[in-house]
Protein backbone atom coordinates (compact mmCIF):
# COMPACT_ATOMS: atom_id res chain seq x y z
CA UNK A 1 0.00 0.00 0.00
CA UNK A 2 1.50 3.28 -1.03
CA UNK A 3 1.69 6.47 1.28
CA UNK A 4 -1.20 8.29 -0.52
CA UNK A 5 -3.47 5.20 0.03
CA UNK A 6 -2.82 5.27 3.52
CA UNK A 7 -3.09 8.73 4.31
CA UNK A 8 -6.72 8.26 2.63
CA UNK A 9 -8.15 5.14 4.18
CA UNK A 10 -6.30 5.24 7.69
CA UNK A 11 -4.34 8.88 8.45
CA UNK A 12 -6.73 10.90 7.47
CA UNK A 13 -9.85 9.81 9.05
CA UNK A 14 -8.53 9.38 12.36
CA UNK A 15 -7.24 13.18 12.37
CA UNK A 16 -10.51 13.80 11.06
CA UNK A 17 -12.55 12.12 14.18
CA UNK A 18 -10.11 13.53 16.70
CA UNK A 19 -10.05 17.05 14.71
CA UNK A 20 -13.56 17.21 15.14
CA UNK A 21 -14.78 15.48 17.84
CA UNK A 22 -12.49 16.97 20.76
CA UNK A 23 -13.12 20.20 22.29
CA UNK A 24 -13.96 23.41 19.72
CA UNK A 25 -10.91 24.96 20.86
CA UNK A 26 -8.34 26.68 19.08
CA UNK A 27 -5.52 24.81 21.10
CA UNK A 28 -6.65 21.59 20.61
CA UNK A 29 -7.48 21.52 16.72
CA UNK A 30 -4.07 23.00 16.31
CA UNK A 31 -2.66 20.44 18.47
CA UNK A 32 -4.31 17.26 16.72
CA UNK A 33 -3.59 19.13 13.36
CA UNK A 34 0.30 19.73 13.89
CA UNK A 35 0.79 16.42 15.80
CA UNK A 36 -0.68 14.48 12.94
CA UNK A 37 1.88 17.02 10.41
CA UNK A 38 4.70 15.99 12.35
CA UNK A 39 3.87 12.35 12.11
CA UNK A 40 3.43 12.63 8.45
CA UNK A 41 6.76 14.30 7.90
CA UNK A 42 8.23 11.61 10.23
CA UNK A 43 7.38 9.12 7.72
CA UNK A 44 9.10 9.98 5.03
CA UNK A 45 12.37 10.38 7.16
CA UNK A 46 12.37 10.88 11.14
CA UNK A 47 15.76 11.92 11.06
CA UNK A 48 14.91 15.11 8.87
CA UNK A 49 12.24 16.16 11.79
CA UNK A 50 14.71 18.18 13.80
CA UNK A 51 15.28 20.26 10.43
CA UNK A 52 11.78 21.60 10.70
CA UNK A 53 11.80 22.10 14.22
CA UNK A 54 14.68 24.31 14.07
CA UNK A 55 13.61 25.99 11.45
CA UNK A 56 9.67 26.56 12.66
CA UNK A 57 11.73 27.98 16.05
CA UNK A 58 14.17 30.51 14.18
CA UNK A 59 11.25 31.69 12.16
CA UNK A 60 9.21 32.29 15.51
CA UNK A 61 11.86 33.96 17.06
CA UNK A 62 12.86 36.43 14.33
CA UNK A 63 9.18 37.70 13.61
CA UNK A 64 8.23 37.93 16.96
CA UNK A 65 10.90 40.22 17.97
CA UNK A 66 10.25 42.12 14.73
CA UNK A 67 7.26 42.38 16.32
CA UNK A 68 7.99 43.72 19.23
CA UNK A 69 10.32 46.74 17.56
CA UNK A 70 8.49 47.89 14.94
CA UNK A 71 9.91 50.42 12.58
CA UNK A 72 9.61 53.75 14.07
CA UNK A 73 8.07 56.73 11.92
CA UNK A 74 9.67 58.29 8.82
CA UNK A 75 10.36 61.53 10.95
CA UNK A 76 11.75 59.97 13.65
CA UNK A 77 14.64 57.68 12.35
CA UNK A 78 16.34 55.03 14.58
CA UNK A 79 19.80 53.94 12.80
CA UNK A 80 20.60 51.41 15.81
CA UNK A 81 17.32 49.62 15.72
CA UNK A 82 17.26 49.49 11.82
CA UNK A 83 20.51 48.25 11.67
CA UNK A 84 19.28 45.26 14.77
CA UNK A 85 15.89 44.56 12.65
CA UNK A 86 18.40 43.91 9.20
CA UNK A 87 20.22 41.68 11.69
CA UNK A 88 17.30 39.57 12.78
CA UNK A 89 15.80 39.87 9.00
CA UNK A 90 18.98 38.38 8.14
CA UNK A 91 19.05 35.84 10.36
CA UNK A 92 15.77 34.42 9.46
CA UNK A 93 16.76 34.68 5.91
CA UNK A 94 20.20 33.53 5.85
CA UNK A 95 19.15 30.31 7.90
CA UNK A 96 16.09 29.67 5.15
CA UNK A 97 17.67 30.13 2.07
CA UNK A 98 21.19 27.92 3.73
CA UNK A 99 19.33 25.14 4.70
CA UNK A 100 17.66 25.29 1.42
CA UNK A 101 21.31 25.62 -0.31
CA UNK A 102 22.67 23.34 1.33
CA UNK A 103 20.44 20.50 1.02
CA UNK A 104 18.95 21.09 -2.50
CA UNK A 105 21.88 23.06 -4.72
CA UNK A 106 25.27 22.69 -2.62
CA UNK A 107 26.10 19.50 -4.99
CA UNK A 108 24.61 21.14 -7.88
CA UNK A 109 27.19 24.01 -7.77
CA UNK A 110 29.90 22.09 -6.97
CA UNK A 111 29.70 19.63 -9.32
CA UNK A 112 29.12 22.41 -12.03
CA UNK A 113 32.38 24.41 -10.24
CA UNK A 114 34.16 21.09 -11.06
CA UNK A 115 33.23 20.52 -14.28
CA UNK A 116 34.36 24.04 -15.27
CA UNK A 117 37.61 23.58 -13.96
CA UNK A 118 37.99 20.19 -15.25
CA UNK A 119 37.44 21.81 -18.59
CA UNK A 120 40.54 24.71 -17.84
CA UNK A 121 42.88 21.67 -17.10
CA UNK A 122 42.20 21.50 -13.12
CA UNK A 123 40.81 19.19 -10.90
CA UNK A 124 37.81 18.85 -8.86
CA UNK A 125 37.52 21.97 -6.65
CA UNK A 126 34.83 21.16 -4.38
CA UNK A 127 33.58 17.72 -2.95
CA UNK A 128 30.49 17.15 -4.18
CA UNK A 129 27.83 16.46 -1.30
CA UNK A 130 24.66 14.79 -2.12
CA UNK A 131 22.23 14.89 1.24
CA UNK A 132 17.97 13.57 0.61
CA UNK A 133 15.52 16.31 0.15
CA UNK A 134 13.80 17.03 3.10
CA UNK A 135 10.30 16.81 1.85
CA UNK A 136 8.65 19.78 0.92
CA UNK A 137 11.74 22.07 1.53
CA UNK A 138 10.98 24.49 -0.99
CA UNK A 139 7.02 25.14 -0.43
CA UNK A 140 7.19 25.56 3.65
CA UNK A 141 10.74 27.16 3.07
CA UNK A 142 9.10 29.66 0.58
CA UNK A 143 5.78 30.16 3.11
CA UNK A 144 7.94 31.39 6.25
CA UNK A 145 10.20 33.36 4.63
CA UNK A 146 7.23 35.60 3.06
CA UNK A 147 5.77 35.55 6.90
CA UNK A 148 8.99 37.11 7.92
CA UNK A 149 9.44 39.73 5.39
CA UNK A 150 5.60 40.87 5.89
CA UNK A 151 6.17 41.05 9.75
CA UNK A 152 9.53 43.12 9.05
CA UNK A 153 7.66 45.36 6.48
CA UNK A 154 4.53 45.60 8.95
CA UNK A 155 2.60 43.87 6.36
CA UNK A 156 1.14 41.63 8.97
CA UNK A 157 1.55 41.09 13.00
CA UNK A 158 3.57 38.21 14.11
CA UNK A 159 0.90 35.56 15.79
CA UNK A 160 1.37 35.46 19.39
CA UNK A 161 0.99 31.64 19.41
CA UNK A 162 3.37 29.53 18.60
CA UNK A 163 1.25 26.45 18.16
CA UNK A 164 -0.78 28.25 15.40
CA UNK A 165 2.33 29.05 13.82
CA UNK A 166 3.77 25.67 13.64
CA UNK A 167 0.78 24.21 12.59
CA UNK A 168 0.66 26.71 9.65
CA UNK A 169 4.26 25.91 9.22
CA UNK A 170 3.90 21.92 8.66
CA UNK A 171 -0.09 21.63 7.73
CA UNK A 172 0.35 18.06 6.16
CA UNK A 173 -1.88 18.43 3.44
CA UNK A 174 0.21 21.08 1.84
CA UNK A 175 3.57 19.67 2.93
CA UNK A 176 4.67 17.93 -0.27
CA UNK A 177 3.55 20.25 -2.43
CA UNK A 178 1.87 23.66 -1.53
CA UNK A 179 -0.29 25.46 -2.22
CA UNK A 180 2.11 28.06 -1.17
CA UNK A 181 0.07 30.06 1.85
CA UNK A 182 0.11 34.15 2.47
CA UNK A 183 0.05 34.51 6.56
CA UNK A 184 -2.17 37.47 6.27
CA UNK A 185 -5.12 34.69 4.50
CA UNK A 186 -3.73 31.55 6.33
CA UNK A 187 -2.47 32.35 10.07
CA UNK A 188 -6.37 34.49 11.05
CA UNK A 189 -7.53 30.52 10.12
CA UNK A 190 -5.14 29.26 12.25
CA UNK A 191 -6.26 31.63 15.33
CA UNK A 192 -9.45 30.98 15.85
CA UNK A 193 -11.46 28.19 16.43
CA UNK A 194 -13.41 26.35 13.26
CA UNK A 195 -16.68 24.98 13.02
CA UNK A 196 -17.54 21.78 10.86
CA UNK A 197 -20.19 23.84 8.24
CA UNK A 198 -21.48 21.71 5.49
CA UNK A 199 -20.66 23.82 2.30
CA UNK A 200 -17.27 23.38 3.80
CA UNK A 201 -17.58 20.04 3.89
CA UNK A 202 -19.03 19.46 0.42
CA UNK A 203 -17.23 21.46 -1.30
CA UNK A 204 -13.93 20.31 0.20
CA UNK A 205 -15.18 16.31 -0.31
CA UNK A 206 -16.00 17.38 -4.29
CA UNK A 207 -12.65 18.94 -4.70
CA UNK A 208 -10.89 16.04 -2.90
CA UNK A 209 -12.64 13.86 -5.31
CA UNK A 210 -11.63 15.66 -8.07
CA UNK A 211 -8.02 16.68 -6.99
CA UNK A 212 -7.94 12.45 -6.96
CA UNK A 213 -9.25 12.03 -10.06
CA UNK A 214 -6.93 14.16 -12.11
CA UNK A 215 -4.36 12.66 -10.32
CA UNK A 216 -5.04 9.00 -9.37
CA UNK A 217 -6.28 8.44 -13.09
CA UNK A 218 -5.35 11.43 -15.81
CA UNK A 219 -1.81 11.89 -14.45
CA UNK A 220 -0.73 8.28 -13.55
CA UNK A 221 -2.60 6.84 -16.67
CA UNK A 222 -0.38 8.93 -18.80
CA UNK A 223 2.78 8.07 -17.35
CA UNK A 224 3.67 4.58 -19.33
CA UNK A 225 3.14 6.92 -22.25
CA UNK A 226 5.39 9.52 -21.29
CA UNK A 227 8.29 8.32 -19.31
CA UNK A 228 9.66 6.08 -21.85
CA UNK A 229 10.16 8.46 -24.82
CA UNK A 230 11.48 11.05 -22.39
CA UNK A 231 14.00 7.68 -21.11
CA UNK A 232 15.23 6.60 -24.25
CA UNK A 233 14.16 9.39 -27.21
CA UNK A 234 16.31 7.65 -29.84
CA UNK A 235 14.19 4.57 -29.87
CA UNK A 236 10.86 6.09 -30.82
CA UNK A 237 9.14 8.29 -34.01
CA UNK A 238 8.62 11.55 -34.47
CA UNK A 239 4.89 11.31 -33.77
CA UNK A 240 5.85 8.95 -30.48
CA UNK A 241 7.38 12.06 -29.44
CA UNK A 242 4.69 14.95 -29.74
CA UNK A 243 2.59 12.21 -28.16
CA UNK A 244 5.06 12.18 -25.78
CA UNK A 245 4.90 15.98 -25.20
CA UNK A 246 1.91 16.49 -25.29
CA UNK A 247 1.09 13.96 -23.28
CA UNK A 248 3.64 15.22 -20.17
CA UNK A 249 1.74 18.73 -20.49
CA UNK A 250 -1.79 16.57 -19.34
CA UNK A 251 0.28 14.48 -16.68
CA UNK A 252 1.92 17.21 -15.08
CA UNK A 253 -1.52 19.39 -14.94
CA UNK A 254 -3.38 16.22 -13.54
CA UNK A 255 -0.63 15.88 -11.04
CA UNK A 256 -0.20 19.17 -9.87
CA UNK A 257 -3.25 20.66 -9.69
CA UNK A 258 -4.84 17.12 -9.29
CA UNK A 259 -2.50 17.62 -5.97
CA UNK A 260 -3.45 21.11 -5.47
CA UNK A 261 -7.23 20.39 -5.73
CA UNK A 262 -6.49 17.29 -2.58
CA UNK A 263 -4.63 19.61 -0.39
CA UNK A 264 -7.44 22.12 -0.64
CA UNK A 265 -9.97 19.90 -0.47
CA UNK A 266 -8.99 18.17 2.68
CA UNK A 267 -7.74 21.88 3.92
CA UNK A 268 -11.67 22.62 3.55
CA UNK A 269 -12.86 19.25 5.87
CA UNK A 270 -10.57 20.70 8.33
CA UNK A 271 -12.42 24.09 8.43
CA UNK A 272 -9.44 25.46 6.59
CA UNK A 273 -9.10 27.64 3.16
CA UNK A 274 -5.95 27.36 1.40
CA UNK A 275 -5.06 29.26 -1.80
CA UNK A 276 -6.08 28.77 -5.00
CA UNK A 277 -3.10 27.37 -7.43
CA UNK A 278 -4.57 26.28 -10.41
CA UNK A 279 -7.23 28.45 -12.66
CA UNK A 280 -7.80 26.62 -15.86
CA UNK A 281 -4.36 27.36 -17.19
CA UNK A 282 -4.95 26.30 -20.98
CA UNK A 283 -7.30 28.53 -21.63
CA UNK A 284 -4.37 31.09 -21.36
CA UNK A 285 -4.51 33.46 -24.84
CA UNK A 286 -0.83 34.76 -23.34
CA UNK A 287 1.78 34.13 -21.17
CA UNK A 288 1.57 36.37 -18.41
CA UNK A 289 -1.81 35.01 -18.04
CA UNK A 290 -0.57 31.33 -17.85
CA UNK A 291 1.45 32.28 -15.61
CA UNK A 292 -1.09 34.06 -13.60
CA UNK A 293 -3.15 30.80 -13.88
CA UNK A 294 -0.43 27.81 -13.36
CA UNK A 295 0.65 27.72 -9.89
CA UNK A 296 -0.60 30.48 -8.54
CA UNK A 297 0.98 30.50 -4.99
CA UNK A 298 4.14 30.50 -6.16
CA UNK A 299 4.07 32.96 -8.93
CA UNK A 300 2.25 35.17 -6.82
CA UNK A 301 5.42 34.97 -4.15
CA UNK A 302 8.06 35.49 -6.88
CA UNK A 303 6.83 38.30 -7.78
CA UNK A 304 5.58 39.80 -4.18
CA UNK A 305 9.05 39.24 -3.11
CA UNK A 306 11.28 39.43 -5.74
CA UNK A 307 10.09 41.48 -9.00
CA UNK A 308 8.00 43.70 -6.72
CA UNK A 309 11.49 44.80 -4.79
CA UNK A 310 13.50 44.51 -7.14
CA UNK A 311 11.82 46.91 -9.95
CA UNK A 312 10.16 49.31 -7.82
CA UNK A 313 12.93 49.80 -5.03
CA UNK A 314 15.77 52.05 -5.33
CA UNK A 315 18.43 50.24 -6.97
CA UNK A 316 20.04 50.22 -10.44
CA UNK A 317 17.29 47.46 -11.42
CA UNK A 318 14.16 50.06 -10.69
CA UNK A 319 12.01 50.21 -13.71
CA UNK A 320 14.11 47.39 -15.97
CA UNK A 321 10.77 45.05 -16.10
CA UNK A 322 12.07 43.09 -18.77
CA UNK A 323 15.62 42.06 -16.85
CA UNK A 324 13.26 41.60 -13.99
CA UNK A 325 10.96 39.15 -15.87
CA UNK A 326 13.97 37.40 -16.61
CA UNK A 327 15.41 37.34 -12.92
CA UNK A 328 12.24 35.98 -11.60
CA UNK A 329 11.87 33.00 -13.91
CA UNK A 330 15.46 32.22 -13.16
CA UNK A 331 14.97 31.89 -9.67
CA UNK A 332 11.47 29.92 -10.67
CA UNK A 333 14.08 27.69 -12.82
CA UNK A 334 16.37 26.98 -9.89
CA UNK A 335 13.50 27.01 -7.33
CA UNK A 336 12.25 23.32 -9.34
CA UNK A 337 15.57 21.92 -9.04
CA UNK A 338 19.12 22.02 -9.26
CA UNK A 339 19.93 21.39 -12.36
CA UNK A 340 20.62 23.25 -15.94
CA UNK A 341 17.30 21.97 -17.51
CA UNK A 342 15.43 23.88 -15.52
CA UNK A 343 17.46 27.11 -15.61
CA UNK A 344 17.37 27.00 -19.31
CA UNK A 345 13.08 26.31 -18.77
CA UNK A 346 13.02 29.20 -16.56
CA UNK A 347 15.32 31.58 -19.29
CA UNK A 348 12.97 30.47 -21.94
CA UNK A 349 10.23 31.89 -19.86
CA UNK A 350 11.91 34.82 -18.30
CA UNK A 351 12.53 35.83 -21.77
CA UNK A 352 8.65 35.35 -23.18
CA UNK A 353 7.21 37.48 -20.80
CA UNK A 354 10.28 40.45 -21.40
CA UNK A 355 9.44 39.66 -24.77
CA UNK A 356 5.71 39.50 -24.58
CA UNK A 357 6.13 43.25 -22.56
CA UNK A 358 7.88 44.96 -25.04
CA UNK A 359 5.49 43.87 -27.66
CA UNK A 360 2.16 45.06 -25.52
CA UNK A 361 4.09 47.97 -25.25
CA UNK A 362 4.27 48.72 -29.33
CA UNK A 363 0.52 47.37 -29.68
CA UNK A 364 -0.68 50.14 -27.13
CA UNK A 365 0.76 52.30 -29.19
CA UNK A 366 -0.77 51.50 -32.05
CA UNK A 367 -4.02 51.15 -30.41
CA UNK A 368 -3.42 54.72 -29.44
CA UNK A 369 -3.23 55.89 -33.01
CA UNK A 370 -5.62 53.68 -34.37
CA UNK A 371 -9.42 52.00 -32.34
CA UNK A 372 -9.04 49.36 -35.27
CA UNK A 373 -6.10 47.60 -33.92
CA UNK A 374 -8.24 47.25 -30.17
CA UNK A 375 -10.81 45.67 -32.28
CA UNK A 376 -8.46 43.11 -34.11
CA UNK A 377 -7.24 42.11 -30.67
CA UNK A 378 -10.45 41.65 -29.58
CA UNK A 379 -10.80 39.40 -32.47
CA UNK A 380 -11.73 35.72 -32.47
CA UNK A 381 -9.13 34.87 -34.71
CA UNK A 382 -6.77 36.86 -32.83
CA UNK A 383 -7.72 35.51 -29.76
CA UNK A 384 -7.39 32.29 -31.37
CA UNK A 385 -3.86 32.44 -32.49
CA UNK A 386 -2.80 34.18 -29.44
CA UNK A 387 -4.28 30.99 -27.46
CA UNK A 388 -2.34 28.32 -30.03
CA UNK A 389 0.87 30.52 -29.61
CA UNK A 390 0.96 30.12 -26.30
CA UNK A 391 -0.24 26.84 -25.34
CA UNK A 392 2.58 25.83 -28.28
CA UNK A 393 5.08 27.45 -26.40
CA UNK A 394 4.27 26.38 -22.79
CA UNK A 395 4.28 22.85 -23.99
CA UNK A 396 7.59 22.61 -26.19
CA UNK A 397 9.42 24.81 -23.26
CA UNK A 398 8.03 21.05 -21.62
CA UNK A 399 11.16 19.62 -22.79
CA UNK A 400 13.79 20.95 -20.87
CA UNK A 401 11.41 20.80 -17.70
CA UNK A 402 11.02 17.23 -18.53
CA UNK A 403 14.33 15.85 -19.86
CA UNK A 404 17.32 13.96 -17.62
CA UNK A 405 19.75 16.59 -18.94
CA UNK A 406 20.43 19.08 -21.24
CA UNK A 407 21.70 16.32 -23.76
CA UNK A 408 18.60 14.59 -23.51
CA UNK A 409 16.26 17.71 -23.79
CA UNK A 410 18.33 17.82 -27.00
CA UNK A 411 17.63 14.58 -28.48
CA UNK A 412 14.22 14.91 -27.82
CA UNK A 413 13.52 17.91 -29.26
CA UNK A 414 15.40 16.91 -32.41
CA UNK A 415 13.06 13.43 -32.50
CA UNK A 416 10.02 16.36 -32.74
CA UNK A 417 11.72 17.50 -35.96
CA UNK A 418 12.90 14.39 -37.84
CA UNK A 419 12.01 11.05 -37.86
CA UNK A 420 14.36 8.65 -35.03
CA UNK A 421 13.67 5.51 -34.60
CA UNK A 422 11.15 3.07 -35.26
CA UNK A 423 9.13 2.16 -31.75
CA UNK A 424 5.65 4.34 -32.12
CA UNK A 425 3.95 5.54 -28.82
CA UNK A 426 4.14 3.65 -25.79
CA UNK A 427 1.55 2.60 -23.43
CA UNK A 428 -1.68 4.28 -25.91
CA UNK A 429 -4.62 2.51 -24.73
CA UNK A 430 -7.96 4.11 -24.40
CA UNK A 431 -7.73 5.28 -21.38
CA UNK A 432 -4.74 7.32 -22.47
CA UNK A 433 -7.00 8.72 -24.88
CA UNK A 434 -9.55 9.35 -22.25
CA UNK A 435 -7.15 10.78 -19.83
CA UNK A 436 -5.97 13.28 -22.51
CA UNK A 437 -10.10 14.23 -23.33
CA UNK A 438 -10.91 14.79 -19.32
CA UNK A 439 -8.05 17.38 -19.04
CA UNK A 440 -9.60 19.22 -22.42
CA UNK A 441 -13.02 18.93 -21.05
CA UNK A 442 -12.55 20.08 -17.54
CA UNK A 443 -10.73 23.36 -19.26
CA UNK A 444 -13.73 23.68 -21.58
CA UNK A 445 -16.72 23.55 -19.03
CA UNK A 446 -14.75 26.92 -18.44
CA UNK A 447 -15.65 29.02 -21.89
CA UNK A 448 -18.54 30.73 -21.79
CA UNK A 449 -20.44 28.46 -23.67
CA UNK A 450 -20.43 25.84 -21.36
CA UNK A 451 -19.74 27.69 -18.25
CA UNK A 452 -23.85 27.35 -18.03
CA UNK A 453 -24.38 23.64 -18.33
CA UNK A 454 -21.48 23.13 -15.29
CA UNK A 455 -23.20 25.43 -13.22
CA UNK A 456 -26.28 23.27 -13.84
CA UNK A 457 -24.43 20.05 -13.08
CA UNK A 458 -22.93 21.51 -9.96
CA UNK A 459 -27.01 22.58 -8.72
CA UNK A 460 -27.90 19.20 -9.45
CA UNK A 461 -29.74 17.89 -6.34
CA UNK A 462 -27.71 16.35 -3.74
CA UNK A 463 -29.05 12.85 -4.35
CA UNK A 464 -27.89 12.75 -8.12
CA UNK A 465 -24.87 14.85 -7.39
CA UNK A 466 -24.20 11.34 -4.63
CA UNK A 467 -24.62 8.84 -7.41
CA UNK A 468 -22.02 10.63 -9.29
CA UNK A 469 -19.47 10.77 -7.05
CA UNK A 470 -20.44 7.14 -6.08
CA UNK A 471 -19.76 6.26 -9.55
CA UNK A 472 -17.08 8.46 -9.76
CA UNK A 473 -15.53 6.15 -7.00
CA UNK A 474 -16.42 2.90 -8.55
CA UNK A 475 -14.75 3.93 -11.63
CA UNK A 476 -10.96 4.72 -9.72
CA UNK A 477 -11.34 1.71 -7.85
CA UNK A 478 -11.41 -0.42 -10.88
CA UNK A 479 -9.54 1.54 -13.49
CA UNK A 480 -7.13 3.66 -11.48
CA UNK A 481 -3.43 2.29 -12.21
CA UNK A 482 -2.69 0.38 -8.38
CA UNK A 483 0.07 1.64 -6.29
CA UNK A 484 0.22 5.17 -7.38
CA UNK A 485 1.49 7.31 -4.97
CA UNK A 486 4.19 9.42 -6.41
CA UNK A 487 3.63 13.38 -6.96
CA UNK A 488 6.05 14.90 -9.60
CA UNK A 489 6.33 18.23 -7.52
CA UNK A 490 7.71 16.09 -4.40
CA UNK A 491 11.07 16.54 -6.23
CA UNK A 492 10.71 20.37 -5.83
Aim: proline share 6%.
Amino acid sequence: MSLSEVELFFFFPVVFALHWLGPRRTGWQNAVLLLASWVFYATWNVRLLPLLWASTAVDWWAARWLDAHPAPEDDKPDPALASKRRWVLGISLVHNLGVLALFKYAGFFAHSLNQLVGALGGGDALPVLRFALPIGLSFYTFQRVGYVVDVFYGTTRATRSPLAFATFVAFFPQLIAGPIGRSTELLPQYEVPRKLLPKMLAGGAAFFLLGLFLKAYVAETLAPVVDPVFAEPDLFTRRAHWGALFGYAAQVFGDFAGYSLLAIGTGRMFGLELPQNFDYPFLSQSMPELWRRWHISLNRWLFDYIFGPLTTGTGWMRGRLDLGFVVVFLASGLWHGAMWTFILWGLLHGLALALHHRYDEYYKTLCRKDRVWVQRRRSRPYKLVAWAGTILFFVLTLVPFRAPSLGGAGTFALGLLRAGGDEGAPGVTPHAYLAVLLVIVYHALETAPLRRLRERLLAAPAPLRGIAYAAAIVFLAVFAPVGAGTFIYAQF
